[in-house]
């Protein structure tokens, strides 16, 4: 009797089709990602790195990915990047941190604030924390990455957009996500586990919502408990599954869905991304070494020199910046002025009102409009060089708070630090200092110097290191916070991004009618 009741409950969980034979449940439910079936994708692998003529024809025309065993040995950071050498040499330098779980940590805390450290405090402290350095990689530290022979020539050695440095001691894990650019992903200590899933079978892995104009993306499935009742789609999904050890890389294509596992006592990788191309000129493949090549060699699109804000993410500045100029010259029949940017912008970004949208306008065309007159044309955008297109993207796109060395006006919450004081004020009658820095820290993650910030506002003019709760007015934790509430952004809703969808076919058949209407003579009319 016991077992009919099993089944029954089991059919009205499951479904009829769910339930095969001896299964009671779908192969690979609440297990790791991949249990729905063994991996099916196969990957390249080779010993010898491609030339980039074949680079491009076999892999990157085709977004496959393939593994170059051996071919991160080369850089002297393979050997020379030990703690000891790293925190001696470029120990005063910044990173960017995150937790090791991807999403499910509470972001570490540095020397230097949320999220952000120096690499001398690292080392000391990554053995024994849940610190993983995801970062940009330092400038002063490219002399001792070396760039894969296949993308030393042609259109790939203008390509490089970013180099990303990641880091972590006893283990680390990824969310299934996809990236903007290709990259090749070289590991120089430790061991990574990669699942892979093409994009092509994006419909199918239960990617979380994000603005249609996002590039990248993630799956809401639990990579390590797959809920197959609640996402039963990633069963159709082939997959591959690979390991990659210390002085191996990787190519990993744009937009090409991957779940990493991060083993080792030490686990260390340098990632170089390059552009989205679609197409590949070998111009000068004849002539130029195609060798290892120091990457303080290539001129890279966005560096940082580990102090300040951060350029990781941003686009890439000719395919992402550049050509989108050319097209809005296009658009703008011929001319591409502030107020057609406005447009665009109020198009691209109707989270954010007219006042928000003028001003970035205005500064954003400020940036390249070299000559002051009022207006660019396809010369003009040709002749920008790659600063101008920076400063206009700087701009142009909004600010990854992560990037930033004021992160935590944007972690730690208005109204939950709001709950905070109105809690422990009821409580105690007051709110002190020490109760609320304490508070702060512990149900918060905030650290102590911003905890200051906020009670040391609270009790300006006053002083003490007590308010009473009379004087904890609204008007006065508003002042308190007035940093945090400056940094509040407007986001944007699904319903908005169809609505911007809509407006935005709208706007380019408009243009196109007008410029059609304008390419024919009086007499035509």
Same mark, same amino acid.
């Given at each position: 009797?016991?077992?009919?009741?099993?089944?029954?409950?089991?059919?009205?969980?499951?479904?009829?089709?769910?339930?095969?034979?001896?299964?009671?449940?779908?192969?690979?439910?609440?297990?790791?990602?991949?249990?729905?079936?063994?991996?099916?994708?196969?990957?390249?692998?080779?010993?010898?790195?491609?030339?980039?003529?074949?680079?491009?024809?076999?892999?990157? *025309?085709? %977004? &496959?990915?393939?593994? #170059?065993?051996?071919?991160? @040995?080369?850089?002297?950071?393979? +050997?020379?990047?030990?703690?000891?050498?790293?925190?001696?040499?470029?120990?005063?330098?910044?990173?960017?941190?995150?937790? *090791?779980? %991807? &999403?499910?940590?509470? #972001?570490?805390?540095?020397? @230097?604030?949320?999220?952000?450290? +120096?690499?001398?405090?690292?080392?000391?402290?990554?053995?024994?924390?849940?610190?993983?350095?995801?970062?940009?990689?330092?400038?002063?530290?490219?002399?001792?990455? #070396?760039?894969?022979?296949?993308?030393?020539?042609?259109?790939?050695?203008?390509?490089?957009?970013?180099?990303?440095?990641?880091?972590?001691?006893?283990?680390?894990?990824?969310?299934?996500?996809?990236?903007?650019?290709?990259?090749?992903?070289?590991?120089?200590?430790?061991?990574?586990?990669?699942?892979?899933?093409?994009?092509?079978?994006?419909?199918?892995?239960?990617?979380?919502?994000?603005?249609?104009?996002?590039?990248?993306?993630?799956?809401?499935?639990?990579?390590?408990?797959?809920?197959?009742?609640?996402?039963?789609?990633?069963?159709?999904?082939?997959?591959?599954?690979?390991?990659?050890?210390?002085?191996?890389?990787?190519?990993?294509?744009?937009?090409?869905?991957?779940?990493?596992?991060?083993?080792?006592?030490?686990?260390?990788?340098?990632?170089?991304?390059?552009?989205?191309?679609?197409?590949?000129?070998?111009?000068?493949?004849?002539?130029?070494?195609?060798?290892?090549?120091?990457?303080?060699?290539?001129?890279?699109?966005?560096?940082?020199?580990?102090?300040?804000?951060?350029?990781?993410?941003?686009?890439?500045?000719?395919?992402?910046?550049?050509?989108?100029?050319?097209?809005?010259?296009?658009?703008?029949?011929?001319?591409?002025?502030?107020?057609?940017?406005?447009?665009?912008?109020?198009?691209?970004?109707?989270?954010?009102?007219?006042?928000?949208?003028?001003?970035?306008?205005?500064?954003?065309?400020?940036?390249?409009?070299?000559?002051?007159?009022?207006?660019?044309?396809?010369?003009?955008?040709?002749?920008?060089?790659?600063?101008?297109?920076?400063?206009?993207?700087?701009?142009?796109?909004?600010?990854?708070?992560?990037?930033?060395?004021?992160?935590?006006?944007?972690?730690?919450?208005?109204?939950?630090?709001?709950?905070?004081?109105?809690?422990?004020?009821?409580?105690?009658?007051?709110?002190?200092?020490?109760?609320?820095?304490?508070?702060?820290?512990?149900?918060?993650?905030?650290?102590?110097?911003?905890?200051?910030?906020?009670?040391?506002?609270?009790?300006?003019?006053?002083?003490?290191?007590?308010?009473?709760?009379?004087?904890?007015?609204?008007?006065?934790?508003?002042?308190?916070?007035?940093?945090?509430?400056?940094?509040?952004?407007?986001?944007?809703?699904?319903?908005?991004?169809?609505?911007?969808?809509?407006?935005?076919?709208?706007?380019?058949?408009?243009?196109?009618?007008?410029?059609?209407?304008?390419?024919?003579?009086?007499?035509?009319?």
């Amino acid at each position: 009797m016991e077992g009919l009741w099993k089944f029954l409950l089991l059919l009205a969980v499951c479904g009829p089709d769910g339930i095969t034979g001896d299964s009671a449940l779908p192969v690979g439910h609440l297990q790791p990602l991949g249990g729905h079936r063994p991996p099916d994708v196969p990957i390249d692998e080779l010993y010898t790195i491609p030339h980039p003529r074949e680079f491009w024809d076999k892999y990157v *025309k085709h %977004e &496959k990915p393939v593994i #170059l065993r051996g071919a991160a @040995k080369n850089s002297p950071a393979f +050997t020379q990047w030990t703690d000891e050498y790293l925190k001696e040499k470029y120990g005063k330098l910044e990173v960017r941190l995150e937790g *090791k779980r %991807e &999403k499910h940590s509470w #972001l570490p805390i540095g020397v @230097k604030g949320i999220g952000r450290d +120096t690499i001398e405090h690292f080392i000391d402290t990554y053995h024994d924390s849940d610190a993983y350095i995801v970062s940009q990689l330092p400038t002063d530290m490219y002399h001792e990455v #070396l760039v894969q022979p296949c993308l030393t020539c042609g259109t790939f050695r203008n390509s490089l957009v970013e180099i990303d440095l990641w880091m972590s001691s006893n283990g680390g894990s990824s969310i299934l996500h996809k990236d903007a650019f290709n990259a090749i992903n070289c590991l120089y200590k430790g061991t990574k586990h990669w699942k892979m899933i093409e994009y092509k079978y994006e419909h199918l892995i239960h990617k979380a919502w994000e603005p249609s104009r996002e590039i990248g993306g993630y799956s809401e499935v639990n990579v390590h408990s797959v809920d197959l009742l609640k996402h039963p789609n990633i069963a159709k999904v082939p997959w591959s599954n690979f390991t990659i050890h210390g002085g191996d890389c990787l190519y990993l294509p744009k937009s090409y869905y991957h779940q990493v596992e991060s083993v080792g006592d030490v686990n260390l990788a340098v990632a170089i991304l390059f552009a989205r191309l679609e197409k590949f000129d070998d111009f000068d493949c004849d002539t130029q070494k195609v060798e290892f090549t120091p990457l303080s060699d290539f001129e890279v699109m966005w560096n940082w020199e580990g102090f300040g804000n951060m350029t990781m993410g941003h686009a890439d500045l000719e395919m992402g910046i550049r050509d989108q100029l050319h097209e809005l010259v296009d658009e703008g029949d011929g001319k591409l002025t502030k107020d057609f940017i406005f447009q665009l912008l109020m198009m691209e970004t109707p989270e954010f009102d007219e006042e928000f949208n003028m001003d970035k306008a205005e500064r954003a065309f400020q940036a390249v409009d070299s000559s002051s007159k009022g207006y660019l044309d396809s010369d003009d955008v040709d002749a920008l060089d790659w600063d101008a297109l920076r400063a206009f993207t700087l701009v142009f796109e909004n600010q990854e708070p992560s990037n930033t060395e004021f992160f935590e006006y944007t972690v730690t919450y208005p109204d939950d630090i709001v709950d905070v004081i109105v809690k422990l004020a009821k409580k105690n009658g007051q709110l002190t200092r020490s109760d609320f820095i304490d508070a702060y820290m512990t149900q918060l993650g905030g650290t102590e110097k911003y905890g200051t910030e906020i009670f040391d506002r609270l009790v300006e003019g006053q002083g003490g290191d007590v308010v009473p709760v009379k004087d904890l007015t609204r008007e006065r934790m508003d002042y308190a916070l007035h940093n945090w509430l400056i940094r509040i952004k407007p986001e944007m809703t699904p319903e908005m991004d169809e609505e911007r969808d809509e407006r935005s076919k709208e706007f380019r058949e408009n243009i196109h009618g007008l410029s059609d209407v304008q390419q024919h003579t009086p007499d035509e009319l």
